[in-house]
């Protein structure tokens, strides 16, 4: 049986149903490049941006980072769980006048000059880990739940526990211009710890370490996985379920 499923997140949550057992769900709508602290404010319009974005996927989820699509999309498109990570919640938001939108590294460089600077819109930049930024983060929060327990009272709301890599899997440390994983890890540890205030949020975790693979499809980076823990995710995925299945992690 087929199981419909709405990604909220990044590629450590879409890249798993590449594997073996992962065409058993349907991928129903993917967001990334977003974050709830974007998706409750209004929209924002910058086309001049979109039409310097070549690529279609990336264009589409600016897009619908501008647009604001996350709640109605719950409401019209059904889904037998919400599959959340919050990775791509390092990146910072602009916001001018209750509008705003992620700074994502698509919408940065669309933004880039010829001579190298970001010439963003005017507006307010609220960092990535910044406590505004967590302010309006717990009300999407709110919100986000709020709406699923209406729109789709019988759907998962499930957590893809998640943190960055410190090394690949040959333990070579990855680069410190990649980003400070020890800070990263915190974020996302206070982002969790709010998540599991609210019992009908439940969580995909590991026994499995982190581990970067350097033969990744997108190439080296903290969040870009081998096998083991992509396999991993898709197992407790169907415990979930209670469907039976078996894997191998190595």
Same mark, same amino acid.
């Given at each position: ?9 990044? +590629?450590?949550?879409?890249? /798993? ?22 998706? @409750? ?5 910058? $086309?001049? /941006? ?16 501008? $647009? ?5 999309? @719950? ?11 919050? @990775? ?9 006048? +209750? ?16 001579? !190298? ?5 005017? !507006? ?46 040959? !333990? ?17 540890? $206070? ?13 995909? $975790? ?38 039976? /299945? ?5």
């Amino acid at each position: 049986m087929s199981r419909s499923i709405f990604i909220l997140g990044s +590629c450590v949550s879409r890249d /798993a149903f590449e594997y073996p057992s992962g065409e058993l769900f349907f991928i129903s709508k993917y967001l990334a490049r977003t974050s709830l602290a974007s998706q @409750i404010l209004k929209k924002f319009s910058d $086309e001049d /941006a979109l039409q310097r974005i070549p690529s279609k996927f990336q264009r589409d989820v600016v897009f619908a980072d501008m $647009e604001k699509i996350l709640f109605r999309s @719950i409401w019209e498109i059904p889904f037998d769980a919400l599959v959340i990570d919050f @990775i791509d919640d390092r990146f910072p938001l602009l916001v001018s006048e +209750c509008a705003g939108l992620t700074v994502s590294s698509e919408y940065a460089d669309a933004k880039r000059r010829d001579d !190298g600077i970001v010439a963003l819109p005017s !507006g307010t930049i609220l960092e990535g880990r910044s406590g505004p930024k967590l302010e309006l983060w717990q009300k999407g929060l709110d919100l986000l739940l709020d709406v699923v327990s209406r729109a789709r009272p019988n759907a998962h709301v499930i957590v893809n526990r998640v943190y960055w890599a410190s090394e690949t899997y040959s !333990g070579e440390s990855l680069p410190s211009w990649m980003g400070d994983w020890k800070v990263e890890n915190a974020f996302l540890d $206070e982002l969790y710890r709010r998540c599991a205030l609210f019992p009908q949020v439940k969580f995909i $975790e590991y026994d499995v370490p982190f581990r970067s693979d350097p033969n990744h499809v997108w190439g080296l980076s903290p969040f870009h996985y081998g096998a083991p823990v992509y396999m991993a995710f898709l197992s407790r995925l169907h415990s979930m379920f209670g469907d039976q /299945a078996t894997f191998s992690f190595q």
